[in-house]
């Protein structure tokens, strides 16, 4: 079991920066993939960024690359996504999500965070 918590979501203006953090409890943090995925009203949730269990991989969904950067320490049970050059329609709920896969695929992910809000203002 793993219990996913995010925090680090607000307003911002387009062109600011942000930084998610997501802790996670539970024994199995350090062995699983992590994920960050959005949902913006009226759309489906999307994958955003992705890394291995040991951080030595991670891949972005295009439309984040050289502006988005995911990390984790897992000394701190804590995954990360830094935000960089935000854009209105960065506007969503993000959430983070633990799984035995790194995929971009939502259903290969078990465990859910309940999501923080970031708001882009132009």
């Known amino acids: 079991q793993v219990q996913l918590v995010e925090s680090g979501g607000g307003l911002v203006q387009a062109g600011g920066s942000l930084r998610l953090s997501c802790a996670a409890s539970?024994?199995?943090?350090?062995?699983?993939?992590m994920a960050w995925f959005r949902q913006a009203p009226g759309k489906e949730r999307e994958f955003v960024a992705g890394?291995?269990?040991?951080?030595?991989?991670?891949f972005y969904t295009d439309s984040v690359k050289g502006r988005f950067t995911i990390s984790r320490d897992n000394t701190k049970n804590t995954v990360f996504l830094q935000m960089n050059s935000l854009k209105p329609e960065d506007t969503a709920v993000y959430y983070c999500?633990?799984?035995?896969?790194?995929?971009?695929?939502?259903?290969?992910?078990?465990?859910w965070g309940q999501g923080t809000q970031v708001t882009v203002s132009s």
């Open positions: 999500a633990a799984g035995t896969t790194m995929t971009r695929a939502s259903g290969n992910y078990h465990y």
């Open positions: 539970g024994r199995t943090f350090s062995s699983s993939a």
């Open positions: 890394i291995s269990w040991s951080g030595g991989m991670t």
